[in-house]
């Protein structure tokens, strides 16, 4: 089983470089969609996914700007559905997150995810490149 090198940040002094420098390591997402947001019913559609209505209006919002980042997905809707779920559960996380609540660690978290769906041919580029310059805000706080 691959594991991530272990980078450790242990001097503050360091700060940005030295996260970007773990943020860069590809370590896949452990954690269900539950740890970042607890959703309810009902569901809607997305595309050709089945998800909870209350992410729709952001997967809408990306699909609008972004165009079908979903295009390069070649897995089943079942697979797609849970993915999905992940991918709102960042989003609305995303959404009802603070620059003074940040921490490293949720953006390795949110980071681990949307490395996840890339690997999976979501194209979501833009969405790790936002999540690096929330990295520059957090150390320039």
Not at 43 to 72: A, R
Not at 126 to 132: A, G, I, T, V
């Amino acid at each position: 089983m691959w594991e991530a090198p272990e980078v450790t940040i242990s001097d503050p002094g360091s700060g940005l470089p030295a996260f970007l420098a773990r943020f860069d390591i590809l370590e896949f997402n452990s954690l269900p969609a539950s740890h970042l947001y607890c959703f309810g019913p009902p569901y809607g559609n997305f595309l050709h996914f089945s998800l909870l209505v209350e992410g729709l209006s952001l997967l809408e919002g990306l699909f609008k700007v972004h165009g079908d980042f979903t295009s390069g997905f070649r897995g089943g809707v079942f697979l797609g559905n849970i993915l999905m779920e992940l991918l709102c559960a960042v989003l609305i996380s995303l959404r009802n997150s603070s620059l003074d609540s940040l921490s490293e660690d949720r953006l390795l978290e949110w980071r681990g995810v949307v490395q996840d769906l890339i690997e999976v041919k979501f194209n979501l580029s833009f969405l790790l490149e936002h999540l690096r310059s929330l990295a520059h805000m957090l150390f320039q706080r």
